[in-house]
């Protein structure tokens, strides 16, 4: 009989090598039942099956929000939470001090369990293998209370043939070496952080994606990969973050971006290289709420005491009914939801008892939302751009796939929606916070 997996991490070290080898096995082993097996034998449902399956989660809520690393702070995390089911936070595996600057401090790590295991509302995934954990024993309580599980995407070979992924990269390869690649030789050497080896892989993904199914932007791509390799990063940079990396996550109902990486792929480049013209050669989406002001808890407890406000005007149960609606593809249910949502979130702001009541609730936020896909071709009226609303030149055609050759399941699978929420965390609004005419 196996050893139960409680007592065994609490008989070893959670974050002994063995322990974490033995984690690492059993995540990799799951992710091939659960999905690599399945896919052949077309038992997997790309638009309902997730993965990871909700049973590695505690107290899971719809929707279910990934939320970017790449922006994140403690403080920008309790300002999304609200808006979610359950907004899940991808845990990179960095030495204490480090995670303490980016994230929370570990000693604040049992409380946010406590958390986690009380609401459901904050789920966590594991964004590096196991074994990378290894001696970072600040994360023993995830490990022993959560059981968190890692954060597998879907791999190229569901896309295309071998011989076709092949086809792929060996095009991407001889277009590189034209002019691209010693772009991003250079690129890697002044910015330092990201290896060329590395932005070959990313990129190298995103166009194989791309062009497996069979979008019409790739022709852009390839032929600004020789005239102009800065606009070319761009629209790899682009379409990897809103096309390409949401097709390959099976968990996601929605995805939060901020405001500044949502509207600058270049915003990374040095001085040199930034472009002189931000364009995209079709819109992605659409702009359904732009710029509504909600509150932003600033710790744990606030957080708290806003759900409880918000889960009182029905917020979540709207934020479903919404997201919903993108995915399935359904215009009339979008517009009435977002009118609908649209009016909550007046009513919500304006209401003087959220302040008096919350405390360490110190400023206001952007909050936009827009729905990304095949979804907004759909909808017609005084809908904004989703690129165009963030400053980009853009064509008037939206993001197009030839689905010869594809079948059925897949050409669904590449075509789905998906709902995108913008948050400005670089603004604060505390001043315009609606004041009780009691305590004015």
Not at 186 to 208: C, M, P
Not at 218 to 235: F, T
Not at 260 to 275: D, G, H, N, R
Request: aromatic fraction near 12%; glycine fraction near 4%.
């Amino acid at each position: 009989m196996h050893e139960p997996l409680a007592s065994k991490a609490k008989r070893l070290s959670i974050m002994d090598k063995e322990y974490l080898a033995d984690y690492e096995k059993r995540e990799k082993a799951e992710f091939e039942r659960l999905v690599l097996k399945k896919i052949p034998e077309e038992k997997f449902d790309f638009l309902k099956d997730k993965y990871p399956p909700d049973r590695r989660f505690l107290k899971l809520q719809k929707p279910v929000t990934a939320s970017t690393f790449e922006f994140e702070s403690i403080s920008d995390v309790w300002a999304q939470v609200p808006f979610c089911g359950s907004l899940i936070l991808t845990l990179p595996a960095l030495p204490e001090q480090t995670f303490s600057r980016f994230l929370f401090r570990t000693s604040n790590i049992p409380k946010i369990v406590d958390f986690i295991k009380e609401t459901g509302r904050l789920q966590v995934v594991l964004h590096n293998m196991p074994s990378d954990y290894a001696g970072l024993d600040f994360f023993d309580p995830i490990f022993e209370e959560l059981n968190p599980p890692l954060n597998l995407v879907v791999p190229l070979w569901v896309f295309g043939s071998e011989e076709e992924i092949q086809r792929c990269m060996h095009a991407f390869d001889a277009l590189g070496n034209v002019k691209y690649f010693d772009f991003l030789k250079k690129l890697s050497q002044l910015i330092g952080s990201v290896t060329f080896g590395d932005y070959v892989s990313r990129h190298t993904a995103a166009y194989t994606i791309l062009k497996l199914g069979r979008y019409q932007i790739v022709e852009e791509i390839e032929n600004l990969m020789v005239d102009d390799p800065v606009q070319a990063y761009e629209l790899l940079m682009l379409s990897a973050r809103f096309i390409t990396s949401p097709i390959q996550h099976l968990r996601y109902d929605q995805k939060n971006y901020s405001f500044e990486v949502a509207k600058a792929a270049a915003q990374s480049l040095p001085a040199v290289y930034q472009p002189q013209e931000r364009r995209f050669p079709c819109e992605i989406g659409k702009f359904l709420l732009e710029g509504k002001l909600t509150y932003a808890p600033l710790g744990l407890d606030a957080c708290k005491d806003v759900i409880y406000h918000y889960d009182a005007y029905d917020l979540r149960k709207l934020q479903e009914s919404l997201n919903d609606a993108i995915v399935e593809n359904h215009p009339d249910i979008i517009n009435e939801k977002t009118e609908a949502l649209s009016e909550i979130l007046d009513n919500i702001w304006n209401d003087p008892t959220i302040p008096r009541q919350v405390k360490n609730l110190r400023r206001g936020l952007l909050f936009s939302i827009a729905a990304i896909g095949s979804a907004t071709s759909a909808l017609t009226g005084s809908w904004e751009g989703f690129l165009a609303g963030l400053g980009f030149s853009v064509g008037a055609k939206y993001l197009d796939m030839k689905t010869e050759g594809l079948s059925k399941a897949l050409a669904r699978f590449f075509a789905r929606s998906y709902q995108a929420n913008i948050f400005d965390f670089k603004q604060e609004y505390k001043h315009q916070i609606v004041k009780d005419s009691k305590t004015a």
